[in-house]
């Protein structure tokens, strides 16, 4: 546990590893071929007849990704996410993913609804960073500038500077570096220590992480480089460091995506959530896709694909439900909303 003094001398914790009990096991959805025709079929009607649209990431279930295709929606990065949800004129959106990037949604959105499967969808780098601890942490630095991940609760935006996603966050804090600004970062210690190796930045960082992308080990990964020395390695940079120095890429989700395409390999070694494989192979059909070995073991003896059991919880049949019943809707207090939409839009406005 590492703690930072504060000026009265009291210690805060900001190494805010979630305890394993607090993480869901990953489950996918298990549905008969009929089933799903039943949901696809059901979905489709209820999205149109409610002048909605979907807004997915690529770690959602292969089906759900088809879904919003077949609805006229979006599959997105997180960044992307946010500005689709907010340039789309359909008053409805259904989010699909985790509960921050519904709550961004609404924080850019007031006035429309925005709708989610599974509310307790959430993110291991969000429950890691509590708003008061997060709160005393800021105010022992004053002096400095507060990125935050967007990766985190609207409570936490509301006290930053700057949101930003994996996407973006390297030239945000570049620009920031130049200006001569010193960084307050949250909450991913791995993307924090990237961007300081990167930009050479002075941060003082949170020392949350991810627990998918946490379990990427550099040895294994060497020995099964070595094994196929003609594939490229792209690497999520929520990873260890270790990882992410072994990378041909390093890049948010659209980034690893473009990736596939730009390299034009036939085979990639992939570290990071496996929802993506479905988009990346549906880009180049005659590839081969090597997930990256993690410590979680599938009971074969060969490396498991890396499942976030946060966005597990995302199905066909719930997101039907809150279609058919309504509920479910993210709801952030008025005060909060104002404060986080800022850093969130000067995000948006850095990008353009
Ligand atoms: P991206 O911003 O790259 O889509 O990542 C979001 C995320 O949660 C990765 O684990
Ligand atoms: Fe959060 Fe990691 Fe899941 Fe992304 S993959 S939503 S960072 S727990």
Known sequence: MSNIDNSEGKPIDI????????????KPEQLTSDEVDFYFNKIKKLVKEQNAVIVSHFYTHPL??????????????????????????????????????????????PEKKV????????CSLDLGCPPDLFSQFCDQHPERTVVVYANTSAAVKAK????????????????????GEKILWAPDKHLGSYIEKM??????????????????????????????PDAKVLVHPESPLAVIDLANKVGSTSQLLQAVKDFGAKKYIVATE?????????????VELIPAPSTIEDGFKRPAHALCPWMAMNGLKNLCEILE???N??????????????????????KK
């Open 199 to 228: 930009t050479g930045v002075d941060m003082i960082k949170w020392q949350g992480s991810c627990v998918v992308h946490e379990e990427f080990k550099a040895q294994q990964l060497k020995e099964l480089m070595k094994k196929n």
């Open 15 to 26: 190494s805010h590893n979630i305890p394993d009990f607090l993480v869901p096991p990953a």
């Open 64 to 109: 759900l990704q088809q879904l919003a295709d077949e609805t006229d929606g979006y599959v997105a990065d997180s960044l992307e996410m946010a500005r689709l949800g907010k340039e789309h004129p359909a008053q409805t959106l259904i989010v699909l993913g985790v509960k921050f990037m519904g709550e961004t949604a609404k924080i850019l959105s």
């Open 325 to 327: 019943n309504g509920g």
């Open 329 to 350: 809707e993210i709801e952030v207090p008025e005060n909060i909303r104002q404060k986080a939409f800022t850093p969130i839009q000067r995000m948006l406005d850095f």
């Open 115 to 122: 709708i989610m499967p599974d509310l307790a969808a959430s």
């Open 274 to 286: 496996s929802g993506i494989f479905y988009r990346m192979q549906q880009a180049i059909e005659e």
């Open 160 to 179: 930053s500077d700057w949101v930003v996603t994996s996407s973006i966050a390297l030239d945000i804090v570049q620009h920031l570096h130049n200006k």
